[in-house]
């Protein structure tokens, strides 16, 4: 393992990152996630909680005691393994590929934390939680943290309906511990018996919404998903809490959605507590 003085003006404190990988630049990935995609995973996690402990701010101090139970909850080990395979090109991940950014855990778990303290998740009794293109299962973990109970979905492998092995987002849901199951939302396709309701569904950039040309479903087409979550997939007063992505959705579909969400904002997150106006 290489050690490189990365950050050190940055962070007076914790500056030395140990590198399981050496880093390298990577044509798809911003160079915010470089320590974190190449780093120490213990490293990483106790550079953004010695940051955290030096201010008084209360998400900071949110997020300190979230980065110590994540060292606590993910083996540093195995995740150093994961990205000597992942990165070595030996497996399936494409290197020139944007997925690379999401072996970083300081930025995600970071903005997802941020998610569910947004929708209150700290502040709730247990619920049963469905992320929709879960991927590397960034929310689920943060979720379990405040005592929830998450599935996560991905779109199967096409060659046999499962979640693909070897996948980088398969390894990430190995590794943070995170129940995952296959699925790929189709528009006008109800989704499957889940054996159980949700208090929330959630879907942060899961691309779902497009049709197999990869259009941006019509308002027809989100009245129909909308529905059945009401009737089949969530409890009385279940929610839906989304990101939704600039490029697969029109400005009709976006006002149409807008006028009927509790929160919204110009990131395209948008928050429904009433789902029987769409029954
Ligand atoms: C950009 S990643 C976002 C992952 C994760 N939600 C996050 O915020 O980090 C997009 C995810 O959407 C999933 N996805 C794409 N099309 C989908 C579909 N039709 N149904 C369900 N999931 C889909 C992908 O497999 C991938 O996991």
């Known amino acids: 393992m290489s050690t490189s003085p990365v950050n050190q003006n940055e962070q007076d404190n914790h500056s030395m990152i140990r590198f399981r990988v050496e880093p390298r630049p990577l044509p798809a990935v911003k160079d915010l996630h470089l320590d974190g995609v190449f780093g120490n995973f213990d490293d ?3 550079r953004e909680i010695a940051a955290c402990e030096k201010s008084e701010d209360k998400f ?4 300190a005691r979230f980065f110590r139970y994540l ?3 993910v083996d540093s080990q195995k995740f150093g393994e994961m990205q000597e395979f992942q990165l070595s090109g030996q497996g399936k991940l494409r290197l020139e590929s944007d997925m690379v950014k ?3 855990p300081a930025i995600w778990f970071d903005s997802k934390l941020r998610m569910a303290l947004r929708v209150g998740l700290n502040r709730r009794d247990p619920i049963d939680i469905l992320d929709i293109g879960t991927g590397p299962a960034h929310f689920p973990v943060v979720a379990e943290f405040y005592g929830h109970r998450v599935i996560g979905t991905d779109v199967p492998y ?9 996948n980088l987002y ?3 849901g190995q590794l943070y511990k995170v129940s995952r199951i296959p699925l790929r939302i189709e528009q006008y ?9 949700f208090g929330m569904v959630t879907a942060f950039l899961a691309a779902f919404n497009v049709d197999s040309e990869g259009k941006p479903w019509t308002i027809d087409a989100w ?9 089949n997939v969530l409890a009385e007063g279940g929610e839906l809490f989304m990101s939704l992505a600039n490029g697969k959705l029109t400005d009709e579909v976006w006002d149409y959605l807008s006028e009927r969400a509790v929160f919204t904002n110009k990131h395209r997150v948008i928050h429904f507590t009433d789902l029987a106006q769409f029954a």
């Not at 900071?60 to 997020?63: N, V, Y």
Request: hydrophobic share 30%; net charge negative; charged share 40%.
């Open 44 to 46: 990483i996690v106790d």
């Open 71 to 73: 060292k606590s909850h």
């Open 102 to 104: 999401y072996i970083d």
């Open 158 to 166: 096409k060659r046999t309906g499962e979640l693909e092995p070897g």
């Open 223 to 231: 009245k129909f998903f909308l529905k059945d979550l009401h009737d």
């Open 189 to 197: 396709v109800p989704l499957p018996d889940f054996g159980r309701r």
């Open 60 to 63: 900071d101090q949110e997020k």
């Open 170 to 172: 398969e390894a990430l």
